[in-house]
């Protein structure tokens, strides 16, 4: 007993208890809650049984309403469509902002960080200000549209279900550029400087440089961003609760919104950790993939 | 003069970016009147001061209040479970760091609006549903403790091993060692971490939506939720509300924004 103390106190046991503390707290607040959602959505769950401990074990039943429901589908579509299009354009154009302020002029570097001001406030509130932007009849997007005639007529941009899942995915799309913008700048200054001298004098003009130095170079980085973006774009939620509320009539509904409504709006909470353990599924193996690869560089 | 023309393009990047920053600040300002014209004006000819009004008449005090008590007991929560895991994160190299290191990672990944379903029955279980506030500082610790490990853990590798080994020739034991020598010279990086968990925690709604039902123990962002209303108007009224609540973020944001930058480079390729 003494020499365990010993060792707690002095010795490798020091860090084991320290790596142990955290372990743990993660394992009663995140891992538990996790293989708890998998035992929730094969039971029985309504208001009357949420207290108790052992509910009717009801099978498939809960996976089976899901699938039957008239919106899953277009739910699962909105879903990976909103995801899709939040990558690419992210990722383009964060890709031409790091590439832009890589260039060396005055304060680059301080402006590229002032960008992150738009990621740090709450998302919550960058819905409200979109809300606002967007709004139909005096919002300022339908005033710089039309005046640049680019459009004739206003757009309701979050009341028309054609419309309404793009407008968030605009505003998710300025949400996440300054951070896709960090990231690739850091890919980018990790490549020395003197290849690309190399290559200018050997006659590569820029597009060549680009195409085969640039991209080869920072593909272990793009593999990075493209799947913490997969995992930041699948916990966006306060933008479209501040925005559209996945209406109208589910045209904008995504999957992490609709699983939260199914229990907090439907009280329909056996459906909703169904609709939730499919979707954690998906997250965690993008992240044991994105983990799994950022190791093996590591060790290269 | 070819970096002043980038410099020059640089900026209007920037402000196009930071153009809804500057309509809400320029919405806040403006008398409601004004609000309602079109075409709208981007630059308000009589400017009103109602920060005052809203922030009385939202009872603002109480939503903000909330949102830091959140915000504080995440932030030493987080500190208190995860300083140590960083620490051992960064000296030991071995087969079981590694399955650790795998699983906070794995952890950092679950959506707060997949997760708040089991924990919300869970809580309601134990009967911590009863302590609204304290069960979602719980849950919000829990999805940025392992950010907060990840971070922490780069500025702990950057102390060189020989200064720990020193102190222990000259006979500090481990815990003496973690604590006077280790943990102070770390202490920048363990800061700025602090401050972008709070920040972070500042700005939650999930487990705040879900997790606390009277309305006098919501956050900042549940009332603004609430004051948005499905048919609401009152542009300027939430634009106010919106600069009361942002304005604090950006000012902290700004005065440690290169540390903060650095810092999330550092940990989040790694």
């Known amino acids: 007993m003494s020499a365990l103390l010993r060792s707690l106190r002095d010795g490798r046991g020091f860090d084991g208890a320290l790596a142990l503390l955290a372990l743990a707290y993660l394992f009663v607040f995140s891992a538990f809650p996790l293989i708890y959602n998998i035992a929730l959505s094969f039971q029985e769950v309504d208001m009357f049984s949420l207290g108790d401990l052992i509910r009717p074990f009801v099978g498939l039943a809960n996976y089976r309403t899901l699938m039957a429901a008239p919106e899953f589908w277009s739910v699962m579509g909105n879903t990976a469509l909103f995801v899709g299009l939040c990558i690419v354009f992210q990722l383009g154009i964060g890709f031409g902002l790091a590439l832009f302020f890589q260039q060396d002029f005055i304060g680059a570097s301080y402006l590229r960080g002032l960008f992150l001001a738009a990621w740090i406030i709450p998302a919550l509130v960058a819905g409200a200000i979109w809300k606002w932007i967007f709004a139909g009849d005096f919002g300022v997007l339908n005033y710089m549209l039309m005046s640049l005639g680019i459009v004739d007529e206003r757009i309701f941009w979050l009341s028309t279900p054609a419309i309404s899942l793009y407008s968030v995915v605009i505003a998710n799309i300025w949400l996440g550029i300054p951070f896709n913008m960090i990231l690739l700048s850091v890919g980018l200054a990790g490549i020395p400087k003197d290849m690309y001298e190399a290559a200018a004098l050997d006659g590569a003009g820029a597009w060549g440089r680009f195409w085969h130095m640039t991209l080869p170079m920072m593909r272990s980085t793009l593999g990075a961003v493209v799947s913490l973006g997969i995992i930041f774009t699948l916990q966006q939620f306060d933008l479209f609760a501040s925005l559209t509320q996945g209406g109208p009539a589910n045209s904008s509904n995504v999957a992490q919104y609709w699983s939260w409504q199914l229990s907090f709006q439907n009280y329909d909470i056996a459906t909703g950790s169904a609709v939730s353990v499919l979707m954690l599924g998906f997250v965690i193996v993008v992240a044991f993939l994105y983990v799994r690869s950022t190791r093996e560089e590591h060790q290269a | ?270």
């Open chain 2, 1 to 270: 003069m070819k970096r002043y023309v980038l410099l020059v393009i640089a900026l209007c990047f920037l402000a196009i970016y930071l153009f809804p920053l500057y309509w809400m600040y320029l919405t806040a300002f403006k008398p409601s009147s004004e609000t309602f014209t079109y075409p709208p004006r981007f630059w308000p000819s009589d400017p009103q001061f109602n920060f005052a009004k809203v922030f009385v008449e939202k009872k603002m005090d109480t939503y903000l209040w909330n949102s830091l008590l959140v915000a504080t007991g995440t932030t030493a929560l987080a500190a208190f479970f995860g300083t140590g895991c960083a620490y051992a994160l960064a000296r030991v190299r071995s087969v079981w760091m590694d399955v650790v290191l795998f699983l906070i990672l794995m952890m950092q990944v679950l959506p707060p609006s997949l997760m708040a379903t089991p924990i919300f029955v869970l809580f309601n279980q134990v009967g911590l549903i009863t302590t609204p506030r304290f069960a979602v500082i719980l849950a919000q610790t829990a999805k940025v403790l392992p950010l907060y490990i990840v971070l922490c853990r780069t500025s702990f590798m950057q102390i060189p091993k020989e200064l720990e080994e020193a102190a222990r020739v000259d006979g500090a034991s481990r815990v003496t060692a973690f604590f006077r020598i280790i943990v102070p010279l770390a202490r920048n990086g363990i800061l700025v971490t602090s401050v972008l968990i709070f920040l972070q925690s500042f700005g939650e709604y999930v487990y705040s939506r879900s997790l606390i039902s009277q309305e006098n123990l919501q956050t900042a962002t549940v009332g603004l939720m609430n004051f948005m209303g499905p048919n609401t108007t009152d542009w300027n009224g939430i634009m106010t509300y919106a600069v009361i609540y942002v304005t604090p973020i950006v000012l902290v944001f700004m005065l440690l924004q290169r540390k903060i930058v650095s810092g999330l480079t550092a940990g989040a390729l790694k």
